[in-house]
């Protein structure tokens, strides 16, 4: 991360078993942030009601619920359960008052009806690793919400993802990698890993046509304003 210029991480939880991996990496390094929540690709986990997600959030260097959301795509069948699991986080966030990061995968529309339904605005947050179409992005941004953009913006098919990249107005855009997936150019088919972020940037610095120090300038800023992380702990 330091040779690549990338200061500061946040670590997603995307299940209570392995949480507590997540919050030690977190506390035992100054520049990483951690999460707390339930994937929704993850069944038979347990659904933590929504004290133990505000407990759980309480804990030091803990900045955002999630990851949550949905995904009609791995998972078929009645998946109310998913949707009950994504009101319980936004629920949470709200009372702890920390920002949500949301998964939305095949699922657009009932994503941003559960938002509006349960206020998710008033938590805000992040709609992470975005593969939706500009108008997705438009009403997410209504409600309060940043873009989050990763290596599949660099992929030659992704003509979507980077029609919504040239379009987010750079106060509202995050960078990411999704590590230890969706690895960018050069490196696309490898291991992802937080130093790669740089290639994502780049990307769309490029298809923006503007210095990619306004973009990592802006997706830092962004990032230290939207988790309420010190830009001086790197």
Same mark, same amino acid.
């Given at each position: 991360?330091?040779? +690549? ?25 100054? +520049? ?189 800023? +962004? ?12």
């Amino acid at each position: 991360m330091a040779a +690549n210029r990338v200061t500061h991480a946040l670590i997603i939880s995307v299940n209570l078993r392995t949480l507590p991996d997540v919050l030690r990496l977190a506390a035992e390094h100054e +520049n990483l942030y951690a999460t707390v929540g339930v994937h929704p690709d993850t069944e038979d986990a347990g659904e933590p009601t929504i004290d133990e997600l505000v407990a759980l959030a309480a804990q030091p260097k803990v900045v955002a619920i999630g990851e949550t959301g949905l995904d009609y795509y791995r998972l078929t069948g009645d998946l109310e359960w998913q949707r009950t699991r994504f009101r319980s986080h936004i629920r949470a966030a709200r009372e702890c008052r920390k920002p949500l990061v949301i998964h939305t995968r095949a699922a657009g529309a009932d994503t941003l009806a559960i938002m509006r339904d349960e206020r998710a605005g008033e938590a805000g947050g992040v709609m992470h690793c975005f593969t939706e179409t500009w108008e997705v992005a438009q009403a997410a941004m209504d409600q309060g919400f940043h873009i989050s953009f990763s290596g599949i913006v660099t992929f030659k098919n992704a003509k979507m993802v980077q029609d919504v990249a040239r379009r987010v107005p750079l106060d509202r855009m995050l960078i990411e990698t999704d590590s230890p997936y969706l690895a960018p150019v050069p490196y696309r088919g490898k291991t992802n890993q937080p130093a790669y972020v740089r290639y994502v940037g780049e990307e769309i610095a490029r298809l923006r046509q503007v210095p990619v120090e306004d973009v990592a300038a802006a997706t830092s800023a +962004n990032f230290f304003r939207l988790f309420g992380v010190s830009a001086l702990a790197h």
